[in-house]
């Protein structure tokens, strides 16, 4: 079972997030913030999955925080803005992946064993 750390602000998009994750038989932490998903960084993970834009601390800092204590982490991006998901690569760690919003829940899943898988 993976373990996943998922950080979304917006309340309902989380709650159907990890339970489609749940129901792919993850183990998924879910945050509603930046700071939250920061707090559970002393974790092990094998995924984290964010927004990028979010108030306080935004995705691209939460995935900084867990590439410094987790080389290797895979990291997965989602996000609503297009001109955020263009540049985010340029600032994110390396190897991270971007998936703009709208998705299915479905596609998020798929990619989202594809990149634990890898």
């Known amino acids: 079972m993976s373990r996943i750390l998922l950080a979304e602000d917006d309340d309902s998009l989380r709650g159907f997030l990890a339970r489609a994750l749940e129901r792919a038989g993850h183990d998924v932490t879910a945050c509603p913030d930046g700071e939250e998903a920061v707090a559970h960084l002393d974790q092990p993970w094998d995924l984290l999955l964010t927004d990028i ?13 867990a590439a410094q204590k987790h080389p290797g982490l895979r990291i997965m991006f989602i996000t609503g803005f297009a001109a955020v998901a263009l540049t985010a690569g340029e600032k ?27």
């Not at 979010?54 to 691209?60: A, F, R, S, Y």
């Not at 992946?97 to 798929?110: A, D, G, M």
Request: charged letters at 25%.
């Open 53 to 65: 834009v979010m108030p306080g601390i935004d995705g691209i800092e939460v995935a900084r925080q």
């Open 92 to 118: 994110a760690p390396a190897g991270a992946k971007v998936l703009s919003k709208p998705i299915h829940l479905r596609e998020i899943v798929t990619e989202v064993e594809r990149m634990i898988a890898a």
